[in-house]
């Protein structure tokens, strides 16, 4: 839909001192590309969670062969918290990351292969929304 299309061409536009708050802008010094600045979606999820139907998240790594190098993640109701728990160390904490509602999520690297994600029904809201984007793998 032109919406989606419109959403992307946005993401591949912001700067790094967007993506990361005025303080890391600061911290830099500079604003630099958007790390989205090549990345051309042909996948969008939309996703609805109600914490009253029992609905989460289960940890877990995106296919490396259907999902591409990034997965973007745009939160548009709801703010919720999302569990990282890195799986090539196993003994590394696992890291909670707040995830407000308008904001943009963005995994690549080595917290898109090397780290399961998710997010349980305690901290889901009432209600979340998110659509999530990727470059799915054209089948062989």
């Known amino acids: 839909p032109a919406v989606l299309t419109q959403l992307a061409a946005r993401m591949r536009e912001l700067r790094l001192s967007e993506t990361l ?41 995106d296919d490396r062969q259907l999902s591409g190098d990034a997965i973007v993640n745009l939160s ?5 918290v999302m ?34 994600h998710g997010i349980t029904n305690a901290d889901l809201p009432e209600l979340r929304v998110s659509i999530t984007f990727r470059r799915a793998q054209e089948p062989q």
């Open 21 to 61: 708050g005025a303080a890391a802008a600061i911290e830099v010094g500079a604003t630099l590309p958007s790390p989205l600045s090549d990345f051309y979606a042909n996948e969008a999820n939309a996703l609805k969670y109600v914490r009253a139907d029992g609905h989460y998240l289960g940890g877990h790594v």
């Open 76 to 80: 548009l109701a709801g703010e919720a």
């Open 83 to 116: 569990h990282y728990v890195n799986d090539k160390e196993r003994g590394r904490a696992a890291v909670r990351v707040r995830l407000p509602r308008r904001s943009l999520q963005i995994q690549t690297a080595n917290a898109r292969y090397n780290w399961r």
